[in-house]
């Protein structure tokens, strides 16, 4: 299978949000893939057995490595630089300078609680939206969803995440003028606390003439909108 993967790349994009301030917390604990399943798994029982529930039962029993591997393989591995995406541009021939806008889906975890937040339940009202005006280059779309599905991966708050992708493309694509524009449910509202299933968050990251042009932030807010 090929490699959609840059490595060199992702550690490129990490140095860059980390002089920006919007990196993800992180520490280098030094430990392999396999190492953190362990350690999870093994944490991870003892929270079942803490919580009374018996984990010689056999609809149980396998759940500390399920959820270490899920949290390591699947629903975290956006924190491996190693997995960052590759981003294929070519040379924008057409000289095509207006509003490029690719609606992506979201799956992410709330860093505060470490439950779901996203869009991908509500596909038509919910959803991100990402823009940019293109200059040099121009980005293949599928590689928008993979940045945005990367960033999502991983323990996220949804300012954070909108910045983050915002400064991806700004720096893959050499342009100022983009736009993330996020709308989500977050289930630590939904099933806890003041438990609202109405309601959602809206986050921006606006750059370039998204910023400074006040027809052009309103022809993407009017697609946003519809």
């Known amino acids: 299978m090929k490699d959609k993967t840059d490595k060199i790349l992702g550690k490129i994009i990490n140095q860059n949000l980390y002089e920006k301030g919007f990196q993800t917390p992180l520490i280098d604990n030094g430990l392999s893939n396999q190492e953190k399943v362990d350690l999870i798994e093994t944490h991870f029982r003892q929270i079942l057995i803490t919580l009374g529930l018996d984990i010689a039962d056999d609809s149980i029993s396998g759940t500390p490595n399920r959820m270490a591997e899920m949290y390591v393989n699947e629903l975290c591995n956006g924190l491996d630089f190693d997995q960052f995406p590759k981003c294929t541009t070519v040379d924008n021939k057409f000289k095509y300078s207006d509003l490029i806008i690719e609606k992506c889906t ?121």
Request: with cysteine; charged share 20%; proline share 2%.
């Open 106 to 226: 979201i799956k992410s975890l709330c860093e505060h609680h470490f439950v779901y937040f996203g869009t991908a339940h509500q596909p038509e009202e919910l959803g991100c939206w990402v823009a940019y005006i293109p200059d040099k280059k121009v980005i293949g779309l599928s590689k928008i969803n993979r940045i945005v599905s990367y960033f999502s991966h991983r323990p996220q708050i949804q300012e954070r995440l909108a910045h983050q992708i915002a400064e991806t493309l700004k720096y893959v694509l050499e342009v100022d003028s983009v736009a993330v524009i996020i709308k989500a449910q977050h289930f630590c509202v939904l099933t806890r606390g003041v438990e609202d299933e109405n309601g959602f968050t809206i986050t921006s990251s606006l750059h370039g003439l998204f910023e400074s042009d006040r027809a052009l932030r309103s022809e993407l807010m009017s697609i946003v909108n519809k």
